[in-house]
């Protein structure tokens, strides 16, 4: 079946293997993928509105090549790894139970977005506004914040400590 340049509204997508295609010029409206291989999908200017990502794998893809006025997803339970989510504006975004490994989220607005229990290894926040986000539960984040935007972002211990990691500071018990 042809992804590029095709109108997808309420469709479940189920165990499919989207393996490098193309989704560009495509718009995916009220649609589920649930257990699909999403890895190296293109994805300019592609769509998606109310969009989920359940069990997913993702990999190699870059959001920042979406259509940018179009993007309303989540994800739950997915691999998510070096994926590219630079320079968008995410609000309300679920990334729920996720791992996130190798990501970029440099210069996003994540405002009110949720990343609780997922892991985010290696996973880079620049100059990202987090504010309103939960990292509840959420494990091997890095995350700067003086270069960061925070405010009422959540965390919790023990690894809301690694916060401090970017001050030349020790921590005695």
Avoid: W
């Avoid at 165990?15 to 649609?31: A, I, L, P, Q, V």
């Avoid at 691999?79 to 504006?89: E, G, N, R, W």
């Avoid at 190798?102 to 996973?123: A, H, P, R, V």
């Amino acid at each position: 079946m042809e992804y590029k340049e095709r109108e997808f509204e309420e469709e479940t997508f189920k165990g499919k293997n989207f393996s490098n295609e193309y989704f560009s010029n495509s718009r995916f409206t009220d649609c589920k993928f649930i257990e699909c291989n999403l890895s190296n999908v293109k994805l300019d200017n592609s769509k998606f509105q109310y969009v989920l990502f359940k069990d997913c794998k993702l990999l190699g893809l870059d959001f920042s090549k979406c259509n940018g006025l179009m993007i309303n997803f989540e994800f739950e339970d997915c691999i998510i790894s070096t994926c590219t989510f630079a320079q968008m504006k995410l609000k309300n975004t679920n990334f729920k139970n996720c791992q996130i490994k190798d990501c970029d989220f440099m210069d996003s607005d994540l405002t009110n977005s949720n990343f609780e229990n997922s892991d985010l290894s290696g996973t880079m926040f620049n100059k990202t506004n987090l504010s309103f986000v939960s990292f509840v539960n959420a494990k091997n984040y890095l995350i700067n914040p003086n270069e960061n935007l925070f405010r009422k972002t959540k965390f919790s211990l023990p690894e809301a400590v690694s916060l401090l990691n970017v001050f030349d500071i020790e921590i005695k018990n």
